[in-house]
């Protein structure tokens, strides 16, 4: 898997956020992660866009640095 520095800095933006997040905002970097983690859960669907929740998010984006800072 090829990180950047972008999607670094992307999980850290969206560590904090307080709105809904649209699945398609997640780095691509991670989708794999993403769809494994998320599997099962809640999203909300408007104008054809998929959300999910944003403690759900910062619950991903620690899970995520856990298992590639350690």
Same mark, same amino acid.
């Given at each position: 898997?090829?990180? /950047?520095?972008?999607?670094? =800095?992307? =999980?850290?933006? =969206?560590? /904090?956020?307080?709105? +809904?997040?649209?699945?398609?905002?997640?780095?691509?970097?991670?989708?794999?992660? +993403?769809?494994?983690?998320?599997?099962?859960?809640?999203?909300?669907?408007?104008?054809?866009? =998929?959300?999910?929740?944003?403690?759900?998010?910062?619950?991903? /984006?620690?899970?995520? +640095?856990?298992?590639?800072?350690?």
């Amino acid at each position: 898997m090829f990180v /950047t520095k972008q999607d670094i =800095l992307t =999980l850290n933006v =969206l560590s /904090t956020t307080e709105v +809904f997040v649209a699945v398609d905002s997640t780095p691509v970097a991670f989708k794999k992660d +993403f769809q494994m983690f998320f599997f099962g859960k809640t999203f909300i669907k408007k104008d054809n866009t =998929l959300f999910a929740y944003p403690h759900d998010i910062k619950k991903w /984006t620690r899970f995520m +640095f856990n298992k590639y800072n350690g």
